[in-house]
């Protein structure tokens, strides 16, 4: 599974490499913006981990720019250390499905969704 990781704090990035790596079924290419992303060619990933905060294009003008790519198989995950509820709405009715916050959890979280386990992993009732 081809998956871009688009982080522009290095260190945190480089966390997330490590961990999601571990994994051999995950190929994993980083971009320190969306910019760089979008530059880097006509391919679409199988997933996309993306920070909402990046400079430049923001992670969900991001989302907006390949959202027309993107098939139904393809996964897209927006992070933020930001836990603000009126914001995933916000994700959410632009069409963003997958949203985790960075915290101790985030691995967990990401490695749910990349495996098609999101309905085990969220809590929403």
């Known amino acids: 599974m081809m998956v871009y990781l688009i982080e522009d704090d290095e260190i945190y990035a480089e966390f997330i490499l490590r961990s999601l790596s571990k ?8 971009f320190k913006s969306a910019e760089d992303c ?3 060619g006509k391919a679409v990933a199988d997933a996309y981990i993306v920070d909402y905060n990046l400079p430049g294009k923001s992670g969900i003008e991001f989302y907006e720019a390949i ?6 198989n393809n996964k897209l995950i927006m992070m933020s250390a930001i836990d ?3 914001m995933v709405l916000s994700f959410i009715k632009r069409g963003v499905r997958d949203y985790v916050i960075k915290d101790n ?7 749910a969704i990349l495996e098609g386990k999101e309905d ?6």
Do not use: V
């Open 120 to 125: 085990e992993y969220y809590l929403f009732d």
């Open 38 to 40: 979008l530059d880097n």
């Open 67 to 72: 959202k027309s790519k993107l098939k139904e």
């Open 105 to 111: 959890t985030i691995i967990d979280s990401l490695t």
């Open 23 to 30: 994994n051999p079924k995950y190929q994993i290419k980083t």
């Open 84 to 86: 603000d509820g009126n």
